[in-house]
């Protein structure tokens, strides 16, 4: 079964970090694009970041320069380490595979992030 | 970067049909996704290169694109698909590549 389970979200200070993992089973992440995804409470779904099968990453704006998107392909996980957090970046956090470049066909649980003093 | 325009909200009777529409300049020149997604839970792929369904999806959602308009159209409706519902483009040349719209609040009267 093709599925996607995120871990590592929880409550940090303004200024903190905190790194999120995302397991994979069922396909391999290094040959698939893999993105996060984030929500903010009762807001709508805002792109974050994604990393190609070749390894080029990309940021949304809010985060570049901040969040750094990886992956470790022995153990089949993406992670997003997520530097100088804001309270903006208070969100729910999704990883997906994009698996044709254009769209998103699967989507993890989601980890929540609160960035509260 | 470039803006989908979505309907807050959409109301419909049990076993009519709703049409949630997605607007962008253009929007008929690029493949148009959609996802549902329910209270708690994760985003759900419904549509995918403006009408395609990926295995699962019921026959009674359906998708269109043309013009400035995309729409997803969900016939026979039943009160399982209430839920939130978002258009999605990829636009190489936007910052941010995966574009979202603000969604649309689908209520089953």
């Known amino acids: 079964e093709v599925q996607l389970v995120e871990t590592g979200g929880g409550l940090i200070q303004p200024g903190g970090s905190l790194r999120l993992s995302c397991a994979a089973s069922g396909f391999t992440v290094s040959s698939n694009y893999m993105s996060w995804v984030r929500q903010a409470p009762g807001k709508g779904l805002e792109w974050v970041s994604v990393?190609?099968?070749?390894?080029?990453?990309y940021y949304a704006d809010s985060v570049k320069g901040r969040f750094t998107i990886s992956r470790d392909n022995s153990k089949n996980t993406l992670y997003l380490q997520m530097n100088s957090l804001r309270a903006e970046d208070t969100a729910v956090y999704y990883c997906a595979r994009v698996p044709e470049v254009d769209y998103m066909d699967v989507w993890g649980k989601g980890t929540t992030v609160t960035v509260s003093s | 970067s470039y803006v989908l325009t979505q309907p807050p909200s959409v109301s419909v009777a049990p076993g009519k049909t709703a049409r949630i529409t997605c607007g962008g300049n253009n929007i008929g020149s690029k493949s148009v996704h959609w996802y549902q997604q329910k209270p708690g839970q994760a985003p759900v792929l419904v549509i995918y290169y403006d009408s395609d369904r990926p295995s699962g999806i019921p026959e009674r959602f359906s998708g269109s694109n043309s013009g400035n308009t995309a729409t997803l159209t969900i016939s026979r409706v039943e009160a399982g698909d209430e839920a939130d519902y978002y258009c999605?483009?990829?636009?190489?040349?936007?910052?941010?590549?995966?574009?979202f719209g603000g969604g649309t609040k689908l209520t089953v009267l």
């Open positions: 999605q483009v990829w636009d190489s040349s936007s910052d941010p590549f995966w574009v």
């Open positions: 990393i190609y099968s070749g390894g080029s990453t």
